[in-house]
C-alpha cells in the first residue's frame, strides 16, 4: 500500500508516452520537499493524476435580496464538513457545480427534505 506523502511540491507532471495505463496513459510525477529545496527530489509513476489545488476554496457568496432579513444559516462550500450537523432539516443547495453536486449528494442521505 502506497501511503500520502506530505510536505512535498510537484515540480513535473508530464504523461509517459506509449504507456497504456488503466485510463490510457500512465503518469511521471516529480516531487520535491516543500520544506528543503535542496532536496533532489523523487519520481514516481502513477496510473492518474488528481489536481486539487484549491481554485474554489476561497468562499464567494453573492448578495442576494432578503439575505440580510434570512433567519437561517449560510454557508459557503468552503465551510461543509459533514452532513450530520444537517439532519432532518429542509435545505436548499444554490450552485450546482463540483463541490455543490458533492454536497448534494452527502445531504440526501440526511435531509428531511
Do not use: C
Not at 503518469?27 to 520544506?35: F, R, Y
Not at 432578503?66 to 444554490?94: A, C, I, W
Amino acid at each position: 500500500m502506497v501511503y500520502p506523502q506530505f510536505q512535498r511540491q510537484a515540480v513535473l507532471v508530464k504523461p509517459l508516452p506509449k504507456l497504456s495505463g488503466k485510463f490510457g496513459v500512465r503518469w511521471e510525477v516529480t516531487t520535491q520537499d516543500a520544506l528543503d529545496l535542496q532536496d533532489p527530489g523523487r519520481t514516481e509513476t502513477f496510473d492518474a493524476v488528481i489536481v486539487a489545488n484549491g481554485k474554489f476554496s476561497v468562499p464567494s457568496i453573492p448578495t442576494l435580496p432578503g439575505m440580510d432579513t434570512f433567519q437561517g444559516q449560510v454557508m459557503h462550500s468552503h465551510d461543509y464538513r459533514h452532513p450530520e450537523k444537517f439532519s432532518n432539516q429542509v435545505l436548499v443547495l444554490l450552485g450546482a457545480n463540483m463541490s455543490g453536486q458533492d454536497i448534494a449528494i452527502g445531504l440526501s442521505a440526511v435531509a428531511k427534505k
